[in-house]
């Protein structure tokens, strides 16, 4: 689930993740590059399903969806070792 302030929650599916951003694939939405978004990812963690708040800007944006590089100084240090986790084992 994306937070974009102008348009509310957009749904989206992550098609490719790194520890630098993200690409969303999503039907038709029009967002703008240089734009702050919050995007909620669910990541396991410890064993657990855990909501993750994460924070970017948007660099990309095409018709099939659009790309996230993520603002590492807002986000969780527990959120980062997720995606740690997560890509790399």
Known sequence: MIHYPALGLVKGVVE???LDGVFVKTESV?????SELQLS????????LVTH???????HDYAQGFGIAFNKLKMEAESRLSLRVLLHG
Do not use: F, P, R
């Open 53 to 59: 708040k994460l924070h970017g800007t948007i660099v």
């Open 30 to 34: 029009n967002l703008s590059v240089d």
């Open 16 to 18: 490719n993740i790194s």
């Open 41 to 48: 990812v669910k990541l396991e963690y410890n064993g657990e």
